[in-house]
């Protein structure tokens, strides 16, 4: 752990998800495969469509719907209806099949596991402080098995602007009750947690798993996010 600025009084932690309590890349690998199996099923002209395909539906609907970024649910499941309407299907059976696509892809991609030591060290973070989870993704802390830790837990689209966007910060400070000064957000992306949280005034963990070099500093960088059982400590 790396300290850049003093932390002062903290009452919440607020975590990103995806690559910060968890390696998110072979969630999303079967995820997207659980989906093409799903689209083939239903609607067999679209075997030979990879995830490049699909990818590629929500980068043309998002050159017409900038804002549907901000809903990555919403944006993959048009995405998928998209692209199957390109595919020839008629649309009623698009939108039908496209919800059964998405289905399949949200089942999977909420089937996290959280490793052990990780739950442990929530639980003993609950301890001292109020968890919140901030993310731009669909993940569920229900899900996975710690949601009893958290007090709530915000969502990029629902709950406004992905991150670094100020909406789900300034949400975050209103049901919690805290200024944003009392809030340490943790989180693997410079831009989206980092720069994000700082704007509104938080306190700032980076969990940098490439030591990059930015101008931009966190309050406190970590390599591994255990090491935040700094925090349990009698002086913190």
Known sequence: MQVFKALSAIQALSFDLDDTLYHNAPVIAAAEQAMLNALAQQAPVSKNKDSTFWGQQRVQLAKI????????????????????LELGLPYQEAKHVAQHGYDAFLEARTRISVTADIT?????????????????GNACIHKMGIGGLFQFSLQAGPDGKMKPYPDMFQLASQRLKLAPAHILHIGDSHRADVMGALAVGCQTAWLDHHQQAVSTLPHIRLTDVRQLGALLLPNN
């Open 65 to 84: 719907q900038p804002e549907i970024r901000h809903d990555i649910g919403r944006w993959r499941l048009l995405g998928i209806e998209a692209g199957l």
């Open 120 to 136: 442990q060290l929530l639980t003993l973070l609950a301890t001292r402080y109020r968890l919140i989870a901030i993310t731009n």
